[in-house]
């Protein structure tokens, strides 16, 4: 029989969730450290109600497991709720289109309706290196298999510049964060520094196996004429 509900906390946190949890059925609890096992859990059964404890919900990982759940419709029947362990907060995340709304409950407490975030948890890079939002050069998608490193661990291209990337990698990228950048040539290795302009946590769905980075990667000093040769090579 499929579990009721699903609950999701920090071990220490998690007996007294756990009791504020109504559900007709069995309650499977997962700690905050195992969002993946979490996620494949609910996509295999289906629970009625998703409980995020909201420490936990407050986190990029928290924040990319409700957006997953949200954005799959085979899941659309899932209540995602997120609540303090104290019992003094309950939110209902909804739809984005849905407007946000508190209602009364009969036991006189509240209840903030709220949309999911439109996006994944994003951690946002200061203004010094605002790549996501400023097209300083035009960029081009690059085929399929295209890769660069970043301090050694590989990274697929999704688009290029002479200026900046956007990159994907299994390995942890943070905003700000200063690279050393290795891009494979035909006759050559180009090789210059860089730094993580904004990054993005997103959990696996197909047809990604596990975890990944979503990043944009500023170039500090890279060869523009290189650079352009590459792109003119290698565009989608």
């Not at 975030?117 to 939002?133: N, R, V, Y």
């Not at 290029?160 to 006759?187: C, Y």
């Amino acid at each position: 029989m499929p579990a009721a509900a699903v609950v999701i906390a920090a071990h220490n946190l998690m007996p007294a969730l756990k009791d504020r949890v109504k559900a007709d059925g069995e309650i499977l609890a997962f700690p905050d450290t195992e969002p993946i096992q979490a996620l494949q859990t609910i996509i295999e059964q289906r629970p009625n109600l998703v409980v995020l404890e909201r420490l936990f919900a407050a986190t990029p990982r928290g924040a990319a497991l409700i957006n997953r759940i949200k954005s799959d419709p085979q899941l659309a029947n899932a209540e995602v709720r997120v609540m303090s362990h104290t019992g003094d907060y309950t939110r209902q995340v909804v739809k984005p289109s849905a407007p946000a709304r508190v209602i009364a409950q009969a036991d006189g407490s509240q209840v903030e309706l709220e949309p999911a975030p439109s996006s994944i948890a994003t951690e946002e890079a200061p203004k010094s290196l605002d790549w996501h939002g400023t097209r300083r050069a035009p960029r081009f998608r690059v085929r399929d298999g295209i890769e660069l490193q970043l301090d050694g661990n590989p990274a697929a291209v999704i688009d290029l510049s002479i200026v900046g990337a956007q990159v994907i990698s299994t390995t942890v990228l943070r905003p700000n964060q200063k690279v050393r950048i290795t891009v494979p040539n035909d006759d050559f290795v180009l090789r210059f520094r860089g730094a993580i302009a904004w990054a993005k946590f997103e959990l696996a769905k197909e047809p990604a196996k596990t975890p990944q980075y979503r990043a944009g990667v500023e170039f500090t000093d890279g060869d523009a004429q290189a650079l352009d040769s590459l792109i003119s090579r290698h565009r989608a």
